[in-house]
């Protein structure tokens, strides 16, 4: 069954950086876009990034451009989201999910926390 | 201040009927399909409709979703207090190069 395991979440300052992975299994990762979604304390979904299954493609929300990168590694089945510049809006549950318009399935989520 | 708008909450009675709109625009809605996710509380969100209107296996039919224009509706019948959840649509978003996904506020259904 298709699975999504984040990690790398933590407390972190402002200004601070931070890499979150995403370990799929269960579907043959490289057929998919894979997407990264937040959500802040009590707010609503942000959909923030999302990366073409061969890695060529790369799209970013205004909030977190310039400031963090997704990547890809297809032989480790596993999608990374590199952040830094961190904001303490940037604060929320981060969701890895597979698919780009479509998110079929989800992960837990791992905390961020942006705090002094 | 989210680009697709849905009610902050709706309420209905157990066994009742229920549905939550979605609002967008030509270059959302009215362009592409649209998702609707449910979130538990304490969960991480479910894929409930995808395509405006077709269910995932294991999804039953009391949910159902629609589209005309550029708004979508999703319909719940036979509520039954394990329904409490947030709900939101999403979709995909042309109006910049290249597209991005957007989603609604979220919906809070109670099941009185």
């Known amino acids: 069954q298709v699975q999504l395991v984040e990690s790398g979440g933590g407390l972190v300052k402002p200004g601070g950086s931070l890499r979150l992975s995403c370990a799929a299994s269960g579907f043959t990762f490289t057929d998919y876009f894979m997407s990264w979604i937040r959500q802040a304390p009590g707010k609503g979904l942000e959909w923030i990034s999302y990366?073409?299954?061969?890695?060529?493609?790369?799209f970013y929300a205004d909030s977190v451009k310039g400031r963090f990168t997704v990547s890809r590694d297809n032989a480790k089945k596993s999608q990374y989201l590199q952040m830094s510049s961190l904001r303490a809006e940037d604060t929320a549950v981060y969701f890895c999910?597979?698919?780009?318009?479509?998110?079929?399935?989800w992960g837990q989520g791992t905390q961020v926390t942006v705090s002094s | 201040q989210s680009v697709l708008t849905q009610p902050p909450s709706v309420s209905a009675a157990p066994g009742q009927k229920v549905t939550i709109s979605c609002s967008g625009s030509n270059s959302n809605i009215g362009s592409n399909f649209v998702s609707w996710y449910q979130q538990l509380p304490g969960t991480a969100p479910k894929l409930l409709i995808y395509?405006?209107?077709k269910r995932p296996s294991l999804i039953p039919d009391r949910f159902s979703g629609s589209k005309s224009g550029t708004s979508a509706t999703l319909g719940i019948t036979g509520l039954q207090t394990g329904d409490e959840a947030d709900y939101y649509c999403?979709?995909?978003?042309?109006?910049?190069?290249?597209?991005?996904?957007?989603f609604g506020g979220g919906t809070k259904l109670t099941v009185l």
């Open positions: 999910a597979r698919g780009s318009s479509l998110a079929d399935y």
């Open positions: 395509e405006n209107n």
């Open positions: 990366i073409s299954g061969s890695g060529s493609t790369v």
């Open positions: 999403g979709t995909w978003d042309d109006s910049l190069r290249p597209g991005h996904v957007v």
